[in-house]
């Protein structure tokens, strides 16, 4: 299993910016996928779930109406479309997949909201 992240970079207050995670070594379409993200100092927290199909959704609170998750099953790639940006945004995003009984990581993208 291989979880490789990209998309991250430099932003001003309010700019977009489109996270991908490219999968590889399972059946992507089967698995629930989960964008976190860790601040300096702070905890790993869920920013957003998506089910194998797409069907079930879930949002942090902080980031609902300015971010959205999707995945694209045929490109083995999922995604999240940050817009609105805060330096509150500020963060290390990772995507993670869980086989049972392994939680499966990518190795991270920085993001930096910073004007």
């Known amino acids: 299993v291989q979880l490789v992240e990209s998309g991250g970079g430099l932003v001003q207050p309010g700019g977009s910016l489109r996270l991908s995670c490219a999968a590889s070594?399972?059946?992507?379409?089967?698995?629930?996928m989960t964008w976190y993200r860790q601040a300096p100092g702070k905890e790993r927290d869920m920013v957003a779930r998506i089910s194998g199909a797409g069907g079930v959704i879930d949002y942090a609170d902080s980031v609902k109406g300015r971010f959205t998750i999707s995945r694209d099953n045929a490109k083995n790639t999922l995604y999240l479309q940050m817009n609105s940006l805060k330096p509150e945004d500020t963060a290390v995003y990772y995507c993670k997949t869980f086989i049972r009984p392994v939680h499966y990581w990518g190795q991270g993208t920085q993001v930096t909201v910073s004007s």
């Open positions: 070594g399972f059946t992507f379409s089967t698995y629930t």
